[in-house]
Nanobody
């Protein structure tokens, strides 16, 4: 059984930084891509960033490009999301997700496994 457990969310002022972590277990982590999604109140869940199995290819939503960095450590079975220059509009529940593929995927329906989510709140 695949488990994804996020950590690192919290309350931060605009312009601040947070680093989210997602620890994976239950499958060979290093062979699968990973993604971060977020869902703000009243909005649909959207992809924020994704990374392929090796970490050599990444994808970012336009809204976070240049501010967020996704990375992974396959020895620790963990994927990270470094979030800098946070804005109030980044406030959302952030989810770690894993597809059954090594390549980057961009839509929610392509992801089979989900964490429980971690709240990120950015105050103005």
């Amino acid at each position: 059984q695949v488990q994804l457990v996020e950590s690192g969310g919290g309350l931060v002022q605009a312009g601040g930084s947070l680093r989210l972590s997602c620890a994976a277990s239950g499958r060979t982590f290093s062979t699968f891509a990973m993604g971060w999604f977020r869902q703000a109140p009243g909005k649909e869940r959207e992809v924020v960033a994704a990374i392929n199995w090796s970490g050599g290819i990444t994808y970012y939503a336009d809204s976070v490009k240049g501010r967020f960095t996704i990375s992974r450590d396959n020895r620790k079975n963990t994927v990270y999301l470094q979030m800098n220059s946070l804005k109030p509009e980044d406030t959302a529940v952030y989810y770690c997700a894993g597809p059954s593929s090594g390549r980057i995927l961009y839509t929610e329906r392509d992801y089979d496994y989900w964490g429980q989510g971690t709240q990120v709140t950015v105050s103005s």
